[in-house]
């Protein structure tokens, strides 16, 4: 199983561009989860969705957009890159439950000019 | 407010044991993560509490007193591959997972 795979692992944009992170999982995971990670602080959840379909904003959700039009991926768009979105992101899934871990990407790491 | 907080870094010698504290305040409790994460990679999952009392798993023991707002992860035998950042998450009353920033172990020889 490869688990949860994110595309691409780095990226490089300048400001006001848009581009497209890519996350897909092949574990039959209902929920997925798109947070960022900055240095000295804790994971913030951008987006997230419970099924196919559907979409929720999380702690942090302005700039981004996301889709999960098939069950095993889940998008995350910048549709005009800041530099205050220069940070890794990552993208977890797990099953149905509040005991259910959340399996993680190894992270794009992305940097806006 | 949600607030978590564990110490920020912390350093420790091969061999020995150390234990990693965790408080929080939350709106809401569902259960409690640990994570480890290496540098450069990804979370990995490593023990979930939900109810009062200790979790054991190898080398690796999880507590939770759930009164208290309190959760320490216990690390036996440290080897150096134990050298990474520890991340603790509550569950909220919304299901969703609150980060505390992490606390980065360094294991000496």
């Known amino acids: 199983n490869a688990g949860v795979t994110q595309t691409p692992k780095f990226r490089v944009l300048k400001t006001g561009q848009s581009m497209t992170l890519l996350c897909a999982q092949d574990m039959n995971h209902e929920y997925m989860y798109w947070y960022r990670q900055d240095p000295g602080m804790g994971l913030r959840l951008i987006h997230y969705?419970?099924?196919?379909?559907?979409?929720a904003k999380g702690e942090v959700p302005d700039g981004y957009n996301v889709s999960r039009l098939k069950k095993q991926n889940f998008l995350l768009g910048l549709e005009s890159a800041a530099p205050s979105q220069t940070s890794v992101y990552f993208c977890?899934?797990?099953?149905?439950?509040?005991?259910?871990?959340?399996?993680f990407g190894d992270g794009t790491r992305l940097s806006i000019l | 407010g949600q607030n978590i907080d564990q110490p920020t870094e912390m350093t420790a010698t091969e061999g020995a044991i150390v234990q990693i504290n965790c408080t929080y305040q939350?709106?809401?409790?569902?259960?409690l993560f640990w994570y480890q994460q290496h540098a450069g990679e990804a979370p990995t999952f490593l023990s979930y509490n939900v109810l009062d009392g200790l979790e054991e798993k190898g080398r690796f023991s999880s507590f939770l007193s759930r009164s208290k707002g309190y959760s320490y992860l216990l690390l036996k035998e440290l080897q150096m591959k134990d050298s990474a950042s520890y991340l603790c998450?509550?569950?909220?009353?919304?299901?969703?997972?609150?980060w505390g920033a992490g606390t980065k172990l360094i294991i000496k020889p």
């Open positions: 977890a899934s797990r099953l149905e439950g509040a005991n259910q871990p959340q399996h």
């Open positions: 969705s419970v099924g196919e379909g559907t979409t």
């Open positions: 998450a509550i569950m909220d009353s919304n299901y969703q997972l609150i």
């Open positions: 939350t709106s809401g409790f569902n259960g």
